[in-house]
């Protein structure tokens, strides 16, 4: 079982800077494609980015390319999300998702995802 926890979130002014956390305390991450999705207040749920279980490879949506990094640290357990440059419209709930490697198909659709942590609020002032 993978049970994750996310953490980081916070309030920050517009133009700053947030690292998100996302860690197991189950089995191990690193056989697992791991994905962060945000959901902002009456909204669905989209996807932000992701990377792969090598860390290899990583992807993410337009409206964050260039100010979002994704990373991870097989060893920790842990998948990190820093966020640079935030925007008022970057205010959500974040949630960190595993999905088995060798599950074919996008990134970005969440029932492709098997285990989702309860997600951390970010919340940026203009």
């Known amino acids: 079982q993978v049970q994750l926890v996310e953490s980081g979130g916070g309030l920050v002014q517009g133009g700053g800077s947030l690292r998100l956390s996302c860690a197991s305390s189950?089995?191990?991450?690193?056989?697992?494609?791991m994905g962060w999705f945000r959901q902002a207040p009456g909204k669905e749920r989209v996807f932000v980015g992701g990377?792969?279980?090598?860390?290899?490879?990583?992807y993410y949506t337009d409206s964050v390319k260039g100010r979002f990094t994704i990373s991870r640290d097989n060893a920790k357990n842990a998948v990190y999300l820093q966020m640079n440059s935030l925007k008022p419209e970057d205010t959500a709930v974040y949630y960190c998702?595993?999905?088995?490697?060798?599950?074919?198909?996008?990134?970005?659709?969440?029932?492709?995802?098997?285990?989702w942590g309860q997600g951390t609020k970010v919340t940026v002032s203009s």
């Open positions: 998702a595993a999905r088995d490697r060798q599950r074919p198909g996008n990134w970005g659709i969440p029932r492709l995802y098997d285990y």
């Open positions: 189950g089995r191990t991450l690193s056989t697992y494609d």
């Open positions: 990377i792969s279980w090598s860390g290899l490879s990583t």
